[in-house]
């Protein structure tokens, strides 16, 4: 209904904008310079340099939300890192592990002017394996005269080639349109099987933190593999073990197991891996290796998880290593640089000793249900009303903006939108949700909260 200056149409709109649950999403692949930085920075409408980046400099960044027609997903551009270094083979098998794995549908990219190369083929093969839907764009069609080369890709047998000019925009409505058809609503890999099965578990880290020692620590002999691409030769990804008296599902071990040989193209693998393994996760544990100091590797890790809106849970592995001057160095370290991360649960481990790792489970427990805890709209807006009642917005050349009322849109992560008089600072929105977490807890999930303001 109608409150305080908004329409029920406004407020509808604001809810069903930010109640969406996990998006799907779409992995766009191809062979380098076909332009899928391009058209990812054409789907997302945004000049986010991508296609700027200097090459050889590992990307923060793999994951986009957009939306069109209506509609929202995520966007994966597998392109940009070190493509050279990597060898295009390499690299375009680990982007097309990644659209089997993770993605709920495929953008396909081929350069039109170049047609069906024998590394497009390949990677036809191992898509059609994967039986994901693929929606095949014939780029760099910027005018009409490009339309039979497009027409050429026919070849490829994934139907019809759509042409397309990411650098113009020419078409692109079109293509998205045969992506949103094939698309669907929720991720399916993730979420689909989730209710009452088994929560997933993301063991994420750079290389050497502990990840395979602390998977075969927890797995035991209790493994049970889930080989989910059942027909095919690939190496099974997720497993299924037991642990506090429940069965979890560890996603995406095969990342962890198969030890990578490939030098300096490691890190393109890895940052696929862990946006994979993220994707896939309802909860992520970020493991740190405390006898090293907190890199930016490790932030950007962190950062993916929250991101991702992913249940978080922080190990700081390999304590049995720790002395007393080290530690020193560590808690300052977390002080400095993930400060604004104390809301995720934190366990001191040694995945090679076994200390405290009976302490995870309950960790990842409780991220999960704060992940999934819904606050009663009325038990919101009773301790908005007190919070900004006793804490006023700061006045602003003589006005005072108000928070209204609010309400929780959505979960998983939890989801609040604020409707507000005026213009509310970023420094108020902190301190809202710090109040937030500490009446609802939260312990161990990213929230989101999105303002509206009254015209
Ligand atoms: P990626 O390596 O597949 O991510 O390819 P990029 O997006 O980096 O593009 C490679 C090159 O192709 C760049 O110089 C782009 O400007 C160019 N390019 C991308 N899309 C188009 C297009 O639709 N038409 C033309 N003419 N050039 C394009
Ligand atoms: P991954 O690359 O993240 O999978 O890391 P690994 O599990 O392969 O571990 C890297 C190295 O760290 C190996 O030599 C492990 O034996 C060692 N390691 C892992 N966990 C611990 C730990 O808790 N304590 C100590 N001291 N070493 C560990």
Known sequence: AA?????????????????????????????????????????????????????GVTRDRVTYEAHWAGRRFKVVDTGGWEQDVLGIDASVAAQAEFAIEAADAVIFVVDSKVGATDTDEAVVKLLRRAGKPVVLCANKVDGASGEADAAMLWSLGL????????????????????VLDVLPEAPAQTFGDAVGGPRRIALIGRPNVGKSSMLNKVAGEERVVVNEMAGTTRDPVDELIDLGGKT??????????????????????ASLRTAAAVEKAECAVVLIDVTEPISVQDTR??????????????????????????????????????????????????????RHMEKLVPAIETALESWERRVPTGRLNAFLGELVAAHPHPVRGGKQPRILFGTQAGTKPPRF?????????????????????????????????SVRVRE
Do not use: C
Not at 11 to 33: F, K, M, S, T, Y
Not at 159 to 178: C, I, N, Q, W
Not at 249 to 265: C, P
Not at 303 to 329: C, H, P, S
């Open 417 to 449: 939108v604020l409707f507000a008089s005026g213009f509310i600072e970023a420094g108020y929105r902190r301190f809202i949700e710090r109040r937030l977490r500490e009446e609802f807890g939260f312990d161990g999930s990213p929230i989101q909260i």
């Open 3 to 55: 409150q305080e200056g908004f329409s029920a149409e406004e407020i509808d709109g604001e809810l069903a904008a930010a109640g969406h649950g996990p998006l799907p999403v779409v992995a766009v692949v191809g062979r380098p310079n076909v332009g899928k930085s391009t058209l990812v920075n054409r789907i997302i409408g945004r000049r986010e340099a991508v296609v700027e980046d200097k090459p």
């Open 159 to 178: 139907g019809e080639p759509y042409a397309v000019s990411s650098l113009h925009g020419r078409g692109t409505g079109d293509m998205l349109d045969a």
């Open 301 to 354: 890790i962190l950062t993916m998880a929250v991101e991702a809106g992913r249940a978080l849970v922080i190990a700081y592995n390999k304590w049995d290593q720790l002395d007393d001057e080290r530690r020193f160095y560590l808690e300052r370290e977390i002080e400095r640089d993930l400060v604004q991360l104390q809301w995720a649960p934190r366990v001191n481990v040694s995945a090679r000793t076994g």
């Open 248 to 269: 979890w599902k560890f996603v995406d071990t095969a990342g962890i197991r198969k030890k990578v040989h490939l030098q300096e193209g490691a890190d393109y693998y």
